[in-house]
């Protein structure tokens, strides 16, 4: 050992752990909507006519026309370790990232990396982990990591921005369901939950391992299987949990959407350690912003919980065309039919 420092680092029975770094827990930490509405509405919105999609619909991701065959989708997110292993932080950090490029229909090209490191406390090697996992990822991706900015921080944080092109007339956007359509959700919820029960030393193995491999997982193949069947709104689930981005595309649509709560799929352990009593501060702030934007039908307690968990590398909710749902579950195996889109009712969000 070559430093007072790597005495914690290097004895493996007392592993450094990442997430003590974090003060909470991924996506978790994301602003609640309605104070990112309230902080955005005192800045004045510049209108330019090659920003196709800005901040006014919620979606995941500025669109920019180049021509008219092809636009820019540029996205950025950052988050402090969700996570102990730094290879896997990494991974995930880079999927999560590289899905609001998918959420908008588009093809990630690049990607920068954002770094917050407290040097000193950890060792370098913890950073070179950490990007491999990210560069992996992208590369997984089919885009390539060109540069980046870190900074000396004292939570470590770890996210990228990252670029993709999309046909003008093929983005997938929060403002195209239409009546009719189904929802499906390419990944089951909980993330939020369990990783913030793993981060207190209270999850099993197995559970860890699903929420893991759950979060490392890209939704390209989601993307570009919704773009097979004609899909045109989509949308992924993160920090918001289920019903705030669901909120988002009764909204940008005009429309209301329909959950059916039973049919919600959740990581195995996520209900376990909610009813073990593990809480998360995203999800304090999703109900508050959600509360009286939904008719919570009779939905439980523990589903209430679940369908405002904060995902952290969730999956696409893409409203498919009804006709073309059986074709879209089958190219998309992990998706499953959730709920569907209806003609505006009073509430923009009902659970049935
Ligand atoms: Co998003
Ligand atoms: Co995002």
Redesign the pocket.
Known sequence: MSNGVSAIVETPETPFRLTSFARCAGCAAKLGAGDLTRALSGLPIHLDPRLIVGRETF???GVFVLSDDLALVQ?V?FFAPIVDDPYTFGQIAAANAL??VY?MGGEPLTALNIVGFPAGQLPLEVLTEILRGGQDKVREAGAVVVGGHTIIDEELKFGLSVTGRVHPQRILSNAKAVVGDRLVLTKPLGTGLLATAAKRGNLGTEEAAALYASMCKLNGAASREAIVVGVQCA????GFGLLG?SSHIAAASKVTVVIHADRVPFLPGARAVWEAGTRTGGAERNAAYLESRVDWGNATEVQHALLIDPQTSGGLLVAVPAARVAEYLEAVPTGVEIGEVVARRSSGLVLA
């Not at 949308?235 to 993160?238: K, N």
């Open positions: 979606d995941d991701a996205t997110d899905s609001d959420a949308t992924d689930v993160t981005h």
